[in-house]
């Protein structure tokens, strides 16, 4: 984790989150996450920790393993199933139905697995 996120405020790094996710960059998107995760124990922290997961099933899923891309979806889809269908500007239902698709062959189990580009990943809208 980078100590130049830590004397970031929490609207400024939630952008930061939402930059990297779109240029795919899933592992940052992770590292910011963290911060907020840890600063948060409440429903915005689970938030975090949510689209914490997703970003990392991505990162696991484009580097080919599959097994921590599953693991790590499966978490996320239990977080943003237990969210509100909009929280914190975010379209949550939305996503997660996108997800959910992004993530079918990898929960499934498909034969032929190929690792996720990360074009491929859903984008993330506000309401």
Known sequence: MSDDFLSLPDNVLWQRALKYYHEHNFFMVHE???VL???DTDR???FYQAFLQVAVSFYHYGNANFIGARQLARLAIARLNDMPHDFHGVDIKGFLTAYEATMLPLLSNAPGLKPLNGSEAPQI???
Do not use: D, F, N, Y
Request: hydrophobic residues 40%; positive net charge; without cysteine.
């Open 37 to 39: 995760w840890k600063r």
């Open 125 to 127: 809208t506000h309401l």
């Open 44 to 46: 915005k922290g689970a």
């Open 32 to 34: 910011v996450l963290e």
